[in-house]
Nanobody, 115 residues
Framework: QVQLVESGGGLVQPGGSLRLACAAS????????MGWYRQAPGKERELVAT???????NYATSVKGRFTISRDNAKNTVYLQMNGLKPEDTAVYYC?????????WGQGTQVTVSS
């Protein structure tokens, strides 16, 4: 089992920044990818960004150039730096990790972008 605990959500004005963090614990040695998904009210959950154990990253088109995903292997933590936030970024953000045959999700953290 892998446990994921997110932090860093909140309310921010348009154009502002937030940094999300996700700390992993448990059977983490076999995790090959971590990342973030989000789900807005009435919409399906969608990919935001992922990062592999080797550091390769992937971003949704809508966040490229604004969001940056990174990881600290020593702390077993993945981060999502979100700059230039827009109202359409409002959603619950979920941390995600995977090892062969298993997916794991955090409990979610709310991000609200509003003036």
């Amino acid at each position: 089992q892998v446990q994921l605990v997110e932090s860093g959500g909140g309310l921010v004005q348009p154009g502002g920044s937030l940094r999300l963090a996700c700390a992993a614990s448990g059977n983490i040695f076999s995790i090959y990818v971590m990342g973030w998904y989000r789900q807005a009210p009435g919409k399906e959950r969608e990919l935001v960004a992922t990062i592999t154990r080797g550091g390769s990253t992937n971003y949704a088109t809508s966040v490229k150039g604004r969001f940056t995903i990174s990881r600290d292997n020593a702390k077993n933590t993945v981060y999502l730096q979100m700059n230039g936030l827009k109202p359409e970024d409002t959603a619950v953000y979920y941390c995600y990790s995977a090892r062969v045959g298993y997916d794991y999700w955090g409990q979610g953290t709310q991000v609200t972008v509003s003036s």
